[in-house]
């Protein structure tokens, strides 16, 4: 069984920053694609942004230049660092990864997820 586990979400200001994380622990052999997505009320989840397991990363075009998405494979976890913050990137922020158990079998996993709301 894998859990992730995140951490970081609070309340800020609009241009404000936070930092979320989150890490993988369980029976991992190795961690492919690691991803932060978000869902807001009333919405359906969407993809923020996506690292791979070299590094190489993609984002939407919403928090593009505001978010960097980093990770730490040593220690299995990812980080979200979001800058200038605004109103509309309040939800509550989910932690993905792809999780191969054995060589042969992948699963994806998902956090408990954390809240971030940013205050006008």
């Known amino acids: 069984q894998v859990q992730l586990v995140e951490s970081g979400g609070g309340l800020v200001q609009a241009g404000g920053s936070l930092r979320l994380s989150c890490a993988a622990s369980g029976s991992i052999f190795s961690i492919n694609n690691m991803a932060w997505y978000r869902q807001a009320p009333g919405k359906q989840r969407e993809l923020v942004a996506r690292i791979s397991s070299g590094g190489s990363t993609n984002y939407a075009d919403s928090v593009k230049g505001r978010f960097t998405i980093s990770r730490d494979n040593a220690k299995n976890t990812v980080y979200l660092q979001m800058n200038s913050l605004k109103p509309e990137d309040t939800a509550v922020y989910y932690c993905?990864?792809?999780?191969?158990?054995?060589?042969?079998?992948?699963?994806?996993?998902w956090g408990q997820g954390t809240q971030v709301t940013v205050s006008s």
């Open positions: 993905n990864a792809l999780v191969a158990v054995t060589p042969l079998r992948t699963n994806a996993y």
